[in-house]
């Protein structure tokens, strides 16, 4: 029985490490199912629950920045801000490298972990198809 646990705890480090290495090593935004793709290489028998247990062991030791990407729950070791232009029309999402984000720090008085900006309007394409009067 104890040689069981004892392996089982083995096998859990194991994942664990995996886990943080591959984690440390994404350097874009990556979903859960990224994530355990990219472990399940070396570590086959590792569950997604497993994976979503690590990501909310660092949500609660602040280690990791949460972002929502077209309903999609993203992921990263860094706090790189994330920037969306959404067509009210046509509901066409695009990324915007967004530089400059000081103006908002002046207004936000809290301290600022990472920026999630959703900016809508009509696109481009959309306005080419029915121009505003
Ligand atoms: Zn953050
Ligand atoms: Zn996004
Ligand atoms: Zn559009």
Do not use: W
Not at 47 to 62: M, P
Not at 109 to 115: E, P, T
């Amino acid at each position: 029985m104890i040689l069981i646990i004892n392996k089982m705890r083995l096998r859990n480090t194991a994942q664990r490490a995996a886990l943080e290495q591959a984690f440390a090593n994404f350097r874009f935004l990556f979903s859960a199912e990224t994530l355990h793709k990219e472990v399940s290489r070396q570590h086959k028998k590792i569950g997604i629950a497993t994976v979503y247990r690590f990501l909310n062991s660092l949500a609660s030791e602040r280690k990791i920045h949460i972002y929502s990407c077209n309903r999609q729950t993203l992921y990263s070791s860094s706090n790189t801000s994330h920037c969306h232009f959404i067509c009210e029309n046509c509901k066409a999402i695009r990324h915007i490298p967004l530089k400059k984000i000081d103006f908002l720090q002046e207004e936000i008085k809290d301290s600022i972990c990472h920026f999630q900006i959703d900016v809508t309007g009509v696109c481009e394409n959309c306005r080419k198809e029915k121009p505003l009067e």
